[in-house]
């Protein structure tokens, strides 16, 4: 099993650009989260899913949109990227709210 | 502010020596997890403590949850360079909340 894989590893915008990160898991987990880990900040919840076609916001979700059309899938996206965008992303996945597994994350910059 | 507080927040020690770090809240969780997390990975989950007073031991790693339920401690004894990585305490309030991550402790084990 692969566990919780995403795509990119890297990525490098320009202000104003768009950008869709991606999410897999394999463990036929209902719950799927996005985080952004800053320095000194910790793991920050951006948006979060309960379930295929299910999405709510997090702790910071202003500046990103996310989609769960399939049950392994949880999408990130970026419409206009800001500079204070450039972040660590991580996903997570979980049976319930607790013990999640995470992905190895998306270093993203923004210039 | 931070409903989950850590200490210390760096911590360099030699190879061989014991250490604690703890993670503490004004609030009553049902449960808190201990992830480590190594440079350019994401979190693994090491425990969860559920019960109060709950002591729990992963190799040369323990883990203590609060009578109360409102602090827990880890210990590692003989710390290796193996260690070194940044460890985080999250918790949940009820089983249906959403998880909540503290800042980290950084831990640096010099061999």
């Known amino acids: 099993n692969a566990g919780v894989t995403q795509t990119p590893k890297f990525r490098v915008l320009k202000t104003g650009q768009s950008m869709t990160l991606l999410c897999a898991q394999d463990?036929?987990?209902?719950?799927m989260y996005w985080y952004r880990q800053d320095p000194g900040m910790g793991l920050r919840l951006i948006h979060y899913?309960?379930?295929?076609?299910?999405?709510a916001k997090g702790e910071v979700p202003d500046g990103y949109n996310v989609s769960r059309l399939k049950k392994q899938n949880f999408l990130l996206g970026l419409e206009s990227a800001a500079p204070s965008q450039t972040s660590v992303y991580f996903c997570?996945?979980?049976?319930?709210?607790?013990?999640?597994?995470f992905g190895p994350g998306t270093r993203l910059t923004v210039t | 502010t931070q409903l989950l507080e850590q200490s210390p927040q760096f911590l360099s020690i030699q190879e061989g020596e014991n250490l604690t770090v703890y993670c503490n809240s004004s609030?009553?969780?049902?449960?808190l997890q201990w992830y480590r997390q190594e440079p350019g990975e994401g979190p693994v989950l090491l425990v969860t403590?559920?019960?109060?007073?709950e002591v729990k031991k992963l190799k040369r790693l323990t883990f203590q949850f609060g009578d109360a339920r409102k602090d827990s401690s880890l210990h590692i004894t003989a710390a290796q360079p193996g260690d070194t990585g940044l460890y985080l305490c999250?918790?949940?309030?009820?089983?249906?909340?959403?998880?909540?991550f503290g800042p980290g402790t950084s831990l640096s084990v010099i061999p």
């Open positions: 899913s309960v379930g295929e076609g299910t999405t």
């Open positions: 999250a918790g949940a309030k009820t089983s249906y909340d959403k998880v909540i």
């Open positions: 403590v559920v019960t109060g007073g």
């Open positions: 997570a996945s979980s049976y319930s709210y607790y013990e999640q597994y």
């Open positions: 463990m036929n987990h209902e719950y």
């Open positions: 609030s009553v969780f049902s449960s």
